[in-house]
Structures are given as structure tokens and as C-alpha cells.
């Protein structure tokens, strides 16, 4: 059982916008915290994806944008595209005995 | 550009102790400005933060694991190690090594596959 809670899966056509919801408490996403988002392609290590709660690396498409609103955030990607299938991953901070980082449980997105 | 490389046995057997260590490369263990940190995902499972080791040598775990985890660092040879003892069938998992700060985990090993099993 994860800290945070995403849903297990997605999916959306090519060319669609979906978004990935990430669930928290008041210990955690609630406080205060900064919220990540990784990308993990199959086979592959996580890669960061959006950090300090709507932030983008270099060299991530502006296609992947992140908000965070209370005790929970959202990735969303528009302009879906076959490689944006992966699972996504949120990380934050915690306060309490679960521990000073936490990661939701993750999310399948297909691109149908 | 930061390389990170974890080694160590791929094979362990049930309630002995895993031992990895992580190389960096391109950066350094000694900058205040990071946390070195183990991140492990059992095989078709999701991510689960292990600890981190700051250059200091100021450690921090996750509670679910830290009476079996010792993280340590060797500033001498850029590195840190993870030691997880007890190990069981449940601790098989691609462990990963990765530079961590508030910004988050922006470089990642490649992750290296721990298979507890006699």
C-alpha cells in the first residue's frame, strides 16, 4: 500500500490529453511538499519528468505539464504519442513514520 | 554529465546480507548539495525508497527497513554502498542508485537485479 495513490492504469488515443491523478494526505503532498514525476520506460530506469510540482527538465517536451492543488497533484500530457507509453511514478515528502520520501504506487499509460 | 553504476552480487541467498555499491562518476559524493540514495522495484512492482546517505555520512531510512539497512559512503573512491541483511524471497528486486535533493531524483543507475533464492 503506497503513501500516495495513483490510479493503476490510463489510457488514451494518440493525439488526446490525459492526465494522472496522485493522492496524499496532510503529512505528505498536504504540507506543503514538493511534488516529482518520473517516466519509466519499459526495461529501463525512472527518468525525472517534472520536479518542484510543475517544473520541466531540460529537454522534456512541454507536452508533460504538473499542478498540485491541497493534499494532491496531476500530471497531464497532451499530444499524446505512442512513445509516451510508460508508467508514471509521483514522489513527495513525508512527515510522518513513512518515512522522509514516498512514491505513489504508479501508473500504466497506454496509448491506444 | 553524472554516471551512476551499481555492482554487486546478482544472487543471494535467504537471511544472508545484500551488498551493492554505487560508482558516480561525473560528479561528486562529497557535494552538499545532494542525497545518495537507494531506490529499489520488485520485479512487475512499483518504486520503493530504500535510504540515503548524505557526504556528511548523515544517514536516513525508510522506517519499514531500518532496523535491516546501513547505507554507508567512501568519499576516498566516490562511492556509496547499501547492506541489506536478513534477506528474503520478499527483498528480490532491480535495485537502484540515484542522486537525490529536494529538486528529485535526477540521475539514475541502471539498476541492478537482486535475486534472493537458495
Known amino acids: 500500500q503506497s503513501v500516495l495513490t495513483q490510479p493503476p492504469s490510463v489510457s488514451g488515443a494518440p493525439g488526446q490529453r490525459v492526465t494522472i491523478s496522485c493522492t496524499g494526505s496532510?503529512?505528505?503532498?498536504?504540507?506543503?511538499?514538493?511534488v516529482h514525476w518520473y517516466q519509466q520506460l519499459p526495461g529501463t530506469a525512472p527518468k525525472l519528468l517534472i520536479y518542484g510540482n510543475s517544473n520541466r527538465p531540460s529537454g522534456v517536451p512541454d507536452r508533460f505539464s504538473g499542478s498540485k492543488s491541497g493534499t494532491s497533484a496531476s500530471l497531464a500530457i497532451t499530444g499524446l504519442q505512442a512513445e509516451d507509453e510508460a508508467d508514471y511514478y509521483c514522489q513527495s515528502y513525508d512527515s510522518s513514520l513513512s518515512g522522509p520520501r514516498v512514491f505513489g504506487g504508479g501508473t500504466k499509460l497506454t496509448v491506444l | 554529465q553524472v554516471q551512476l553504476q551499481e555492482s554487486g552480487p546478482g544472487l543471494v541467498k535467504p537471511s544472508e546480507t545484500l551488498s551493492l555499491t554505487c560508482t558516480v562518476s561525473g560528479g561528486s559524493v562529497s557535494s552538499g548539495s545532494y542525497y545518495w540514495s537507494w531506490i529499489r522495484q520488485p520485479p512487475g512492482k512499483g518504486l520503493e525508497w530504500i535510504g540515503y546517505?548524505?557526504?556528511?555520512?548523515?544517514?536516513n531510512y525508510n522506517p519499514s527497513l531500518k532496523s535491516r539497512v546501513t547505507i554507508s559512503v567512501d568519499t576516498s573512491k566516490n562511492q556509496f554502498s547499501l547492506k541489506l541483511s536478513s534477506v528474503t524471497a520478499a527483498d528480490t528486486a532491480v535495485y537502484y542508485c540515484?542522486?537525490?535533493?529536494?529538486?528529485?531524483?535526477?540521475?539514475w543507475g541502471q539498476g541492478t537485479l537482486v535475486t534472493v533464492s537458495s
Open positions: 496532510s503529512s505528505n503532498i498536504g504540507a506543503g511538499y514538493d
Open positions: 540515484a542522486r537525490d535533493s529536494l529538486t528529485g531524483v535526477d540521475y
Open positions: 546517505i548524505y557526504y556528511s555520512g548523515s544517514t
